[in-house]
């Protein structure tokens, strides 16, 4: 089965959402926001502890 190159969005069923550009997705950012949200738990978690001992 040959099929050609679509450059078009096939999942756009109206005739003029056909000839737009498919939607873009955006890339995943390695940024480090599940280190921050671990740091704070941390430091939450050894202030509380701490502060019940002393």
């Known amino acids: 089965m040959t099929r ?3 450059l078009t969005n096939e999942a756009a069923r109206h005739p003029f959402r ?3 550009p498919p939607p873009v997705v955006p890339v995943a950012k ?3 926001q599940d ?3 671990f ?3 941390f430091v939450a ?3 509380c502890f701490y502060s019940f001992i002393f």
């Open 4 to 6: 050609r190159l679509v």
């Open 18 to 20: 056909r000839t737009l």
């Open 30 to 32: 390695n940024d480090d």
């Open 35 to 37: 280190i921050k949200l």
């Open 39 to 41: 740091a704070l738990s």
């Open 45 to 47: 978690f050894f202030t």
